[in-house]
C-alpha cells in the first residue's frame, strides 16, 4: 500500500487540475498543467517498475483507442489545428488504463473527498451569509486569453462576478467551489455520485448534493435526476423520500421570488427559442449555421476554429464544428471499447452520464476528468471496494472484496 498511495495521490490532484479550477485558468494553466502531470508520470514510472501497472490482453483494446483519439484530437490535421498542453490529459489517461485496480479505486476515494472538502466549505460560506454576516473577500482577476474573469475569494470558496442573487433580503452566490464557473461544480459534483456509494460514504456525498444543489445547474440537476431514477428501488423508504423531496420542492419553488425563477430555470427553458440558441450568443449561431450551411466537413474545422473566429459555445456543436461527425463517431466506439465487457445496467448508467456532458459541455469530452470516469464509473460498480482500515504494507488478496453492483 506504501508505494499505491503516492500515485493515487498524484493521480487525485491531477485529476483536480483537469477540472479547471479558477486559479488554473489563463498563463498559469500551462505550467500547472505540466508540473502536476510530471509528477504523476514519475510516480507512475514507479508503478511500472513494481508492476502495479501493465499493459494486458483486457486492457489493450481500451489502450489502442485511446491512442487513436489522442492522435484524432490533437495531431495538427486540420485547418484549424494546433498542438495544445490538453494532449497531455489523454497521455495521463493512457497511463491510467494500466494502473492496478486498487490504484484507481484509491484515487476516486481522495478525489472524492477532495469536492468532498471542497462543497462542505462553500456550504459554510452560504450559511454565514445567509445569517446575515458580511465575510471579507479578495478579488482575483483570471487574465484568461480572450475575455478576462473576476473572481471573490472568500475563506473556503470562489465566487465568479455575475452570480450572485438576492433572495429573502440576502446576498448570496451560486456555487463554484474553486472552479470556473457554477456549472463545471455541478458536473463535477455529479462524476463523484455517479461512482458507487462505496467510495463515499452517505455523509459526504448529502453534503456533496446540497453543494451542487446550490449550483442551479441544469446540468447537474438532469445528471442527478436521471441517477435517482437509477438507484431507485420502489422500496417503502425511498417512495416516502421522493414525496417528501416533491413537497418539498414545490414549496420551494411557490415561495421563490419571480426574477429569481426567470433568470436561473425559466429563461432556461423558454419555449419562445431553442434551448441551445437561449444558452449561447447570436454570433455562434449565425457562425454555426454558416459553416455547417457552406462548409460541411466530416473532419471539422479544427480544435481552434472557435478561437479564431472568436465565437464559443459549450454544447456539441463546438465539438462538431471542431472535431466533425468523424470526430462523434470515434468518440461513440471508444466509449463502447470502454466499457466492453461490463454489466448492463453500469454501462447504461456511464453512458448517459457520457451522453448529457457530451450534449450539455462538450468542451469537457476530451479532459481527464471526463475520461477518467467514463471509464472508472462502470469498474466502481462491477469490481471490487478497497477497504479503507487496510494497513498492511503489500495488497493481499482479501484486500478487495466484491460489492453487487
Known amino acids: 500500500m506504501k508505494t499505491y498511495k503516492p500515485v493515487a495521490w498524484s493521480l487525485a490532484l491531477v485529476l ?24 504523476y508520470f514519475m510516480l507512475f514510472a514507479n508503478c511500472l517498475a513494481h508492476r502495479q501497472a501493465r499493459l494486458t490482453n483486457q486492457n489493450l483494446n481500451c489502450f489502442i483507442i485511446s491512442f487513436i483519439l489522442l492522435l484524432y484530437l490533437f495531431f495538427p490535421i486540420r485547418q484549424y489545428d494546433r498542438i495544445v498542453v490538453a494532449a ?48 471579507p473577500y479578495y478579488p482575483y482577476e483570471t487574465g484568461a ?3 478576462k474573469s473576476l473572481f471573490y475569494i472568500y475563506p473556503g470558496t470562489a465566487v465568479l462576478q455575475g452570480q450572485e442573487y438576492q433572495v429573502f433580503g ?57 441517477l435517482c431514477m437509477y438507484r431507485f428501488r420502489f422500496s417503502h423508504k425511498q417512495v416516502v423520500g421522493v414525496i417528501v423531496l416533491v413537497v418539498v420542492g414545490f414549496i420551494v419553488v411557490s415561495v421563490m421570488p419571480t426574477d429569481f425563477l426567470d433568470r436561473f430555470f425559466l429563461n432556461k427553458v423558454s419555449t419562445n427559442q431553442d434551448v441551445l440558441d437561449a444558452r449561447t450568443s447570436a454570433e455562434f449561431s449565425r457562425f454555426y449555421d454558416h459553416y455547417t450551411r457552406y462548409r460541411i466537413n466530416f473532419f471539422g474545422g479544427g480544435r481552434t476554429i472557435t478561437e479564431n473566429f472568436e465565437v464559443t459555445s459549450s454544447d456539441y456543436r463546438s465539438f ?48 481527464l476528468i471526463f475520461l477518467f470516469a467514463v471509464y472508472f464509473i462502470p469498474i466502481s460498480y462491477e469490481l471490487a471496494i478497497l477497504p479503507k482500515n487496510r494497513q498492511r504494507t503489500e495488497p493481499q488478496d482479501n484486500d478487495l472484496h466484491w460489492y453487487p453492483g
Not at 498563463?27 to 498543467?33: F, M, Q, R, V
Request: proline residues 2%; charged residues 10%.
Open 320 to 367: 462538431l464544428l471542431k472535431y466533425g461527425l468523424a470526430g462523434i463517431v470515434l468518440y461513440v466506439v471508444w466509449f463502447f471499447v470502454m466499457t466492453y465487457g461490463r454489466k448492463q445496467r453500469c454501462v447504461l448508467l456511464s453512458f448517459f452520464f457520457f451522453a448529457v456532458v457530451f450534449v450539455h459541455r462538450s468542451w469537457l469530452v476530451d479532459y
Open 16 to 39: 483536480l487540475i483537469s477540472c479547471s479550477p479558477f486559479f488554473s485558468m489563463g498563463g498559469n494553466a500551462a505550467y500547472l498543467i505540466l508540473g502536476s502531470t510530471g509528477i
Open 145 to 147: 486569453t480572450g475575455s
Open 170 to 226: 440576502r446576498s448570496l452566490f451560486r456555487v463554484s467551489g474553486i472552479f470556473s464557473e457554477p456549472g463545471h461544480f455541478g458536473m463535477i459534483s455529479a462524476i463523484v455520485l455517479f461512482m458507487n456509494p462505496e467510495v463515499l460514504n452517505k455523509k459526504k456525498r448529502i453534503v456533496i448534493i446540497c453543494a451542487a444543489l446550490l449550483t442551479l445547474s441544469m446540468g447537474f440537476y438532469v445528471l442527478f435526476a436521471g
Open 88 to 135: 497531455v490529459w489523454l497521455l495521463v489517461f493512457l497511463t491510467v488504463i494500466m494502473l492496478d485496480t486498487v490504484v484507481l479505486l484509491m484515487a476516486a476515494r481522495y478525489f472524492a473527498d477532495i469536492i468532498f472538502v471542497i462543497a462542505l466549505l462553500a456550504l459554510l460560506v452560504i450559511v454565514v451569509k445567509l445569517i446575515g454576516i458580511d465575510l
